[in-house]
């Protein structure tokens, strides 16, 4: 197995309400399949799919999905972003779970959870710069 992720799936409750938090965002779809929504990220894509769909997908029950045990993290180039950018998700109907602030490792982080119940962080990692054209690095692209 290569160490890759190509698509990361969200099973989301309500479609419609889901894909309208991610283009508030200012995120452009790209033509899917009937019943999946896609988003192309650099390197992956982010799919919605209706929540009983994945559980059914996978032989399981929607109650043994869970929800919330991990985040979707989104990095970005400068400190102040990670206010800016909690607040555009906040305008988009996200709840703040934890506003921007400081971490004893030297970023700035904050959190969010959106609509669909999925969590999200911010993250400011000044050990980690983004690539010109935003991709991410552990050991950052500088």
Known sequence: MEQRISLITLGVPDMDAA???YEALGWQRVP?????????????TLGLYPLENLA???GLPVDELGHGAMTLA???RDKQ???????????????ILKPAHDVFWGGHIGYFRAPDGCIWEVAFNPY???????????????
């Open 74 to 76: 989104y990095n970005v």
């Open 19 to 21: 894909a309208a938090f």
């Open 128 to 142: 980690s710069p983004l690539a010109a054209d935003g991709a991410f690095r552990w050991a950052g692209y500088e």
């Open 81 to 95: 972003d990670v206010a800016e950018t909690l607040s555009a998700a906040e305008a988009a109907g996200a709840t």
């Open 32 to 44: 899917a399949q009937e019943g999946i929504i896609a988003y192309d990220l650099i390197g992956q």
């Open 56 to 58: 059914r997908d996978m």
